[in-house]
């Protein structure tokens, strides 16, 4: 029985890869370039913390906040695919999704906050949910749907995780860029993160 070929941008086919250009160094500038062709895509990116985990766990357990986590999940997910968009992702609290553009992850992120400003009206204060979003754009590697690389993955994760206080909507300046042709209005800002100044914008 013949092997099945591998998916072109599977997870087993770019560690294939990876493993060529260490077994092959001198064509490392032909492989890079064969991955990036394989798994490339310039798509808007929507990284999801959800504010309070430390909080909550000491308060009401693991099990609760897992609960709140399932929750957060059956909310974001119908906005990201009404926005033609995917959940690539969820790790502990944080959710990675991809849209088509970034007047779509905008969209869905202001969506995602507004309907957990209406779930939070009648959930009691230590089960309400609340969420920090950051959203780049430009180039990543889609691996199979499942998981993704880039910059402006990195730095939308940082902007949601470790710079947006909650309910708040912080855009790259790759991201802004796009977002001002549309009008949006922005505020500009900075934050040094490991000894990296980071500019960003705020929605406002």
Known sequence: MSESPLKRNSKSNLERLLQEMLDRPASE??????????????????ALDMS?????TQR????????????MKRIARPVIEANDGIVVKAEADNLF?????TTGAIKAAREIIGRLETV??????????????GIG???ILNVDERDLFGDEVNLASKLGEDVAEKNQILLTQAAQAIAA???????????????LTLNYYQLV
């Open 60 to 71: 009401r357990g693991i099990v609760a906040f897992l609960l709140m986590i399932h929750q």
């Open 181 to 195: 042709q549309s009008g949006l209005d922005t505020r500009e800002a900075s934050v040094s993160i490991s000894g």
């Open 120 to 133: 939070n009206l009648v959930l009691p204060e230590d089960r309400r949910l609340y969420a920090s979003i």
């Open 29 to 46: 500038a032909e492989i890079t370039r064969e991955i990036e062709e394989e798994f490339g895509e310039t798509r808007a990116v929507l």
């Open 137 to 139: 754009w430009g180039r």
């Open 97 to 101: 999704c991809l849209l088509e553009t």
């Open 52 to 56: 309070g985990f430390s909080r909550t």
